[in-house]
């Protein structure tokens, strides 16, 4: 079964907003710690944002912070990632995932997500 697709991503201006959204199982959606990932051509998958299984908690790459919001939706299965004031730099492929382990604050890597969304590519004009 399909566990991740994202959704939204499109080209943008910069300092313009955009709003991916991952719809998930219900089984992994229900269990899943859900991060963003993103990756550029030639660079290494980074972190980017995470929302705890509640909803109530969220930590964010510090590239990102103010800018992005991620929040969750339990009726609809459903993470969103909110970003804002655009950079050319935020280009890149972003990537939902769930991890089934991990203390929150700590799961910054991909190694430790265990599905993982095929990916929306975002692309921020200068």
């Known amino acids: 079964q399909v566990q991740l697709v994202e959704s939204g991503g499109g080209l943008v201006q910069a300092v313009g907003s955009l709003r991916l959204s991952c719809a998930a199982s219900a089984r992994t959606f229900s269990s899943g710690q859900m991060g963003w990932f993103r990756q550029s051509p030639g660079e290494e998958r980074k972190f980017v944002a995470v929302i705890s299984r509640s909803g109530d908690y969220t930590y964010y790459a510090d590239c990102v912070k103010g800018r992005f919001t991620v929040s969750r939706d339990g009726a609809k299965n459903t993470v969103y990632l909110q970003m804002n004031s655009l950079k050319p730099e935020d280009t890149a492929v972003y990537y939902c995932?769930?991890?089934?382990?991990?203390?929150?604050?700590?799961?910054?890597?991909?190694?430790?997500?265990?599905?993982w969304g095929p990916g929306t590519q975002v692309t921020v004009a200068t």
């Open positions: 995932a769930a991890a089934f382990s991990g203390i929150l604050s700590s799961i910054r890597t991909p190694s430790q997500y265990n599905y």
